[in-house]
């Protein structure tokens, strides 16, 4: 089967593989259907991502049809259509029970799909713990619906849920690339007061304004002065950094009120600095990435409800074939992408 991989640092390359089979009670195989690619598959391409084994398949963000299940797996039969999670997770362990999954201490818990063990960017998958790891796609509800639920959606969901959001809020999103924009469908589920974006690309501030007339928009350069003239505390009442680009981390702070929280969402190439002596005082509360990626059922549930619409993000579409195209153009930012859907004819 056609499997994108990772080769070394700086090189990808769609290699045929032996189809993948089941190891362990726990595992199913899936028929993938639908896959994208993620902002962190770059980074593994920069070697920025040092737990990414060479050689592994990349990609962990997919729909599919389950393909096979090994005897111990209860949740989904063959022939089920399913979301997979980026995260697997045993469900046993002390941080599954108490809903950390991604510090799942499995040998293959949190992230590893597409990472350390091989993903979804091919024509299929092993999922490990796949009870968990699944969840069946409602009837209703498109496999385009869907793709982005495993991901940058279930990001979005626990980064808006633990970022405790009231009605009364000010809520800064920095960063409307595409998980910035999911964030940002989540947290209009809040129904804050205002909701402010920072984004630097002129292109990604018009989809959102076309799309999400009611949100303000601002740019990096302006962002401190417009939060501070749009909130009543001096500043955001909760902050979330999705941009995790140089200076976004110092923005997201320096732009909260005393007594903010500040959630980081963004996966950063570059170590950060946190600079004490200049937010002494300030008394903020920092939450850190990565996601906890167990409400994959519940968001189904809210985009057959039509609360959640992520279709709109998909601009471009590609057959697996064509990858490496599809990845250009993802990387390049080019031709107005905000994410790509990568299609298995063979599968479809
Ligand atoms: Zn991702
Ligand atoms: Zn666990």
């Known amino acids: 089967m056609l499997a994108y991989t990772y080769i070394n640092k700086g090189q990808f390359s769609l290699l045929d593989k032996p189809r993948p089979v089941i190891q362990d009670p726990r595992d199913a195989i899936v028929r993938i259907t639908l896959g994208s690619i993620c902002t962190s598959d770059i980074h593994i391409r920069h070697g920025k991502v040092p737990r990414a084994v060479p050689g592994v398949t990349i990609g962990h963000e997919m729909v599919g049809i389950v393909e096979e299940t090994g005897s111990g797996i209860t949740s989904v039969k063959r022939g089920d259509r399913v979301t997979v999670n980026v995260e697997t997770f045993c469900g046993e362990c002390f941080f599954c029970r108490h809903g950390y999954v991604n510090n799942c201490t499995d040998k293959d818990g949190g992230w590893a799909l597409g990472c350390r063990i091989d993903g979804g960017l091919a024509e299929y998958v092993r999922v490990p713990f796949a009870d968990q790891g699944l969840n069946k796609i409602p009837d209703t509800v498109t496999d385009e619906q869907a793709l982005f639920v495993g991901d940058i959606l279930a990001t979005g969901f626990w980064a808006t849920r633990i970022s405790d959001i009231t009605a009364d809020d000010t809520v800064l999103i920095i960063g409307a690339g595409p998980t910035g924009l999911c964030t940002l469908l989540c947290v209009m589920l809040k129904s804050p007061k205002h909701i402010i974006i920072c984004e630097r690309s002129e292109e990604r501030r018009e989809f959102v304004r076309r799309h999400y007339p009611e949100v303000m928009l601002t740019t990096p350069e302006n962002c401190h002065d417009f939060v501070i003239r749009h909130s009543e ?19 997201a702070w320096e732009c909260a009120r005393p007594n903010a929280t500040v959630t980081i969402v963004a996966l950063y190439e570059e ?23 167990c409400d994959c059922a519940e968001i189904l549930r809210l985009i057959e409800k039509g609360k959640i619409d992520t279709t709109p993000f998909i601009t471009h579409r590609f057959p697996l074939e064509r990858i490496d195209e599809a990845y250009r153009l993802f990387e390049g930012k080019s031709d107005g992408v905000i994410k790509v859907a990568i299609e298995n004819p063979k599968t479809m």
């Open 233 to 251: 505390h001096g500043g955001a009442d909760i902050v979330l950094e999705v941009a995790g680009s140089n200076n976004s981390f110092r923005m």
């Open 271 to 293: 170590a950060q600095t946190l600079p004490l002596p200049d937010m002494y005082g300030k008394n903020l509360t920092f939450k850190t990435g990565g996601v906890d990626g």
